[in-house]
Structures are given as structure tokens and as C-alpha cells.
């Protein structure tokens, strides 16, 4: 986990997941914005997903757009993320913390939703509770 400060304020961090894929596990990054809890950003930084299908996950842009502003937002009480990261058949898509799924890589598609779901939710609370340490480490 890496993060970045602007006048003393935590203003994101990068942050790893994995989830088993249709292959083996993949393993992505993703960029978190603590002040919108939101991610924004996502980069898959290991997959052997099945070429021409599976590796969309890395390549289909409308895919990628998921993860410009995913909703990721912590429940009242600070303790979990308030609705799951879920991947959703593609064009169902209705909520800020659904994604997108691509057709015929359905299996890659929903991994990423489980990496993103199973961290944001150990992670994030993690994250609130500790957020003082968070900002002054990264200020030095």
C-alpha cells in the first residue's frame, strides 16, 4: 500500500488485491480516494487469463471505466463498506458499486469484483480507524 499527502491530508492510496481468475490468481492494484470513498483507479498487474477473453479484464476499456469512480463508500459505523463490490452481467449494470462484467470473460470479470470487494471490506475500516497515522507517514 503506497499513499500520497497534500497539505497534511491523506489524498489516496494504492492498494493490492487478488482473487482466483478462470487460470490462476489474479492480481490487480487499485487507486482509492479516502475523502470520495471511491476507487479510482484500477491496473491488473498479473493475470495468465485466456487471451482474446480473460485478458479483457486488462484491455476493454469499458471495462477499465468501472473503476474511475466505484463506489466504495464505509457504512455508518466505519466497520465494513456499506453495499458489496458485486460484478453484474454486462449492460446491468445500476449501481456506483456494481461492475460492469464483459461478456464471455465472466469468470475474470467477477474475480476482480471479489478482489475489490474482499479487500475494500478488510481494508477500508482499517484504513478509517487509522487514518491519523496514514496522514502523518505520508507527509515524511
Sequence with gaps: MQATAKDGKLVGLAIE???MGFADVIKVIYGYDPHREKV???YVLESKETPGLGDLIEKDADFLANFDSLDVALSEDKNSVKNP???VK???KKNAYEVDGITGATISSRAIGKALN???NEI???LYKNRAFFEEKSQQ
Design 124 to 126: 477500508l475500516p482499517l
Design 40 to 42: 479510482v483507479g484500477f
Design 85 to 87: 463490490v458485486v460484478t
Design 17 to 19: 488485491a487478488n482473487s
Design 118 to 120: 474482499t479487500s475494500t
Design 90 to 92: 454486462h449492460g446491468q
